[in-house]
């Protein structure tokens, strides 16, 4: 393959789950397009459903939720919010945002997840939260993490930017925070391009949560007849997003268990395909603890060393298959030294795994031709020793 020819299997492509170009069309004749339309009602009704959460209110993205859950718990410079350090930089950016201290502690080896072990080593007299990203929605040990938060009075933050659809001992993900950030970036398994959500758990952050979101104005109140004005309330921003991005969403989100069964059906094919070259190559695979339903967000493997995951990367491109990295870790970033510190012990897992993970294309489209041109793709590299 020519090296500017496009990948034959992409990494992600946007997938048409339903009835997107209608409501499309409907929301841009509906005689306004601005926030909170009948659109935005219908998705944040499907969004409430799948997740148990109190109230869920659209954004523009998860960066945004997040953001408004800094703003929610009034953190001020010098606050410490402890995370993984293997996450996005929304995750920390938002907090640091606020003059707030991005403490970064180590993930796990398995589920790569934060590890619950090491987070009370982490907790100082200026800790205000701990913030867990169920990495490829896979659950993180949340009784641990919760009972923690609970015992040292933090406030639990999900961010649940991969993990829509799964659940941890029956539970949904994004209802175990006092507040979850979802991501609807059309990488997501529902999705508009761009967009968010702020999932509330705790029914005292509804008010002042529809306000921040509302450039710090009663606008919601107002809108609902409850005062007779709106007006500058508090500091907020304009977090909500057009009903026309609303109307892809809710789009998919009526279609969510469909596209969740095609997703399910790649991750499968992958993890079945895949498992006896994994063993002999010494390719570790996704591993799914007992008591998560994780939702096919991604599917990743582990190569034993950097050289070996820029090989295989190659390799693969070489066959016409996109596959990618992921995060880059936040403690060694320019900015995570600037804004933030590791906890004690630094973060040796998170240095590893950012350097051996290769994620393989992953989206509702991708058919049973494209998920075998991955499989056999993947099946004639050799880890090279
Ligand atoms: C863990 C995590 N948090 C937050 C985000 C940011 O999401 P968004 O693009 O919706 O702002 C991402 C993006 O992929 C992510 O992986």
């Known amino acids: 393959m020519n090296v500017i020819d496009p990948p034959v299997v992409p990494f992600n492509r946007t997938y048409v789950a339903g009835n997107e170009l209608d409501y499309l069309a409907e929301a841009v004749h509906q005689g306004s397009t601005c926030g909170d339309g009948p659109f935005t009602r219908r998705a944040t009704a499907l969004l409430r459903e799948l997740t148990g959460a109190a109230e869920a209110l659209l954004t523009t993205s998860c960066t945004h939720a997040l953001e408004m859950s800094a703003l929610l718990l009034g953190l001020r410079p010098g606050d410490e919010?402890?995370?993984?350090?293997?996450?996005?930089?929304?995750?920390?950016?938002?907090?640091?945002?606020?003059?707030?201290?991005?403490?970064?502690?180590?993930?796990?080896?398995?589920?790569?997840?934060?590890?619950?072990?090491?987070?009370?080593?982490?907790?100082?007299?200026?800790?205000?939260?701990?913030?867990?990203?169920?990495?490829?929605?896979v659950a993180c040990a949340m009784e641990a993490i919760g009972e923690l938060c609970e015992r040292y009075g933090l406030t639990l933050i999900e961010?649940?930017?991969?993990?829509?659809?799964?659940?941890?001992?029956?539970?949904?993900?994004?209802?175990?925070?006092?507040?979850?950030?979802?991501?609807?970036?059309?990488?997501?398994?529902?999705?508009?391009?761009?967009?968010?959500?702020?999932?509330?758990?705790?029914?005292?952050?509804?008010?002042?949560?529809?306000?921040?979101?509302?450039?710090?104005?009663?606008?919601?109140?107002?809108?609902?007849?409850?005062?007779?004005?709106?007006?500058?309330?508090?500091?907020?921003?304009?977090?909500?997003?057009?009903?026309?991005?609303?109307?892809?969403?809710?789009?998919?989100?009526?279609?969510?268990?469909?596209?969740?069964?095609?997703?399910?059906?790649?991750?499968?094919?992958?993890?079945?395909?895949?498992?006896?070259?994994?063993?002999?190559?010494?390719?570790?695979?996704?591993?799914?603890?007992?008591?998560?339903?994780?939702?096919?967000?991604?599917?990743?493997?582990?190569?034993?060393?950097?050289?070996n995951r820029q090989a295989f990367i190659g390799h693969l491109a070489g066959l016409g298959v996109q596959a990618a990295f992921h995060y880059h870790p936040l403690h060694t970033a320019p900015a995570g030294r600037r804004y933030g510190r590791p906890a004690p012990g630094g973060?040796?897992?998170?240095?590893?795994?950012?350097?051996?993970?290769?994620?393989?294309?992953?989206?509702?489209?991708l058919d049973e031709a494209g998920v075998t041109r991955v499989v056999d793709a993947v099946l004639t590299y050799r880890v090279r020793r």
């Open 81 to 137: 919010v402890i995370m993984p350090s293997f996450t996005f930089v929304s995750t920390a950016n938002a907090y640091a945002l606020r003059g707030a201290t991005p403490v970064f502690a180590d993930c796990r080896p398995d589920t790569l997840n934060l590890d619950e072990r090491l987070v009370e080593a982490a907790i100082t007299e200026r800790t205000r939260a701990v913030v867990v990203v169920h990495y490829a929605g």
């Open 159 to 307: 961010d649940n930017a991969h993990g829509l659809g799964g659940s941890y001992r029956g539970r949904p993900l994004g209802s175990f925070g006092a507040l979850a950030a979802q991501s609807f970036h059309s990488t997501k398994n529902a999705q508009c391009g761009e967009g968010g959500a702020l999932l509330l758990n705790d029914g005292d952050l509804i008010t002042r949560a529809e306000i921040i979101r509302e450039k710090g104005t009663d606008r919601s109140r107002f809108f609902r007849g409850q005062v007779d004005k709106y007006r500058w309330v508090d500091i907020g921003s304009s977090y909500l997003p057009s009903d026309v991005l609303a109307a892809q969403l809710a789009a998919q989100l009526e279609v969510f268990g469909d596209i969740q069964r095609r997703r399910q059906a790649v991750w499968h094919a992958y993890h079945e395909g895949l498992a006896d070259w994994a063993d002999r190559n010494g390719v570790a695979r996704p591993a799914v603890p007992d008591g998560c339903a994780h939702p096919a967000h991604l599917y990743h493997l582990l190569l034993p060393d950097l050289g």
């Open 347 to 365: 973060c040796p897992v998170t240095e590893s795994v950012a350097d051996r993970l290769v994620r393989l294309p992953l989206f509702a489209g």
